[in-house]
Every structure is written in C-alpha cells, then in structure tokens.
C-alpha cells in the first residue's frame, strides 16, 4: 500500500523560509509526476510546483522564484523549498504522485505565515 507523509509545516513570518518533506512508502510503478499541491480556507485546491518523470519542473507563477521543488532517493522522498513567505501562501499543503491513471495524496501539512 502506498503511503505519502508530509511533514517540516508551522508557523513563519513573512519573508521566513520552510522545507516541506514528503516521504514515500509502497511501491509506486512508472511514476508520470511528483509534486505539491495547497489549498487555503475557502479556496480550490492548487498546483505549487511538480517534478515531471523526465525531470522538467513546473511552477505556479505566485511561487516562481521563491519555491524549489526537488527529489531525492529514487522517488521516495520529495522536497519543497520555500522562501520569502508572504502571508498568501498560507494553506495546507499536500504531497501528490501520479502513476498512470492513479493520484495518491498525503494527509497534508498546514503552513502558516503571520504578516
């Protein structure tokens, strides 16, 4: 069974930084994407930034610059750098993998910067 745990969220004030971690467990077959997702109160949940399988990176353009997405271990433990935090990133954060046709998600890290 595939297992996706986040951790490495709390509290930062603006312009601090985090590492968000995402270990992974289970045997996972033909990876196509890694990457993280957050969603604020009230809003849809939304692409950070992911690693696609030929190791192109993609970013949403309000964490361009300030974000970092990397992977380590063969697949198994995926990182998001954060810097210059602003109080509009503030959100859970979710670790997603894609395998084909299946999304398997962690259980989320909260993230909260104070002005």
């Known amino acids: 069974q595939v297992q996706l745990v986040e951790s490495g969220g709390g509290l930062v004030q603006a312009g601090g930084s985090l590492r968000l971690s995402c270990a992974a467990s289970?045997?996972?077959?033909?990876?196509?994407?890694m990457g993280w997702y957050r969603q604020a109160p009230g809003k849809q949940r939304e692409l950070v930034a992911a690693?696609?399988?030929?190791?192109?990176?993609n970013y949403a353009d309000s964490v361009k610059g300030r974000f970092t997405i990397s992977r380590v271990n063969a697949n198994k433990t995926l990182y998001l750098q954060m810097n210059s935090l602003k109080p509009e990133d503030t959100a859970v954060y979710y670790c997603?993998?894609?395998?084909?046709?299946?999304?398997?998600w962690g259980q989320g890290t909260q993230v909260t910067v104070s002005s």
């Open positions: 997603n993998v894609v395998s084909g046709w299946l999304h398997y």
């Open positions: 690693i696609i399988s030929g190791g192109s990176t």
């Open positions: 289970g045997r996972i077959f033909s990876i196509n994407s």
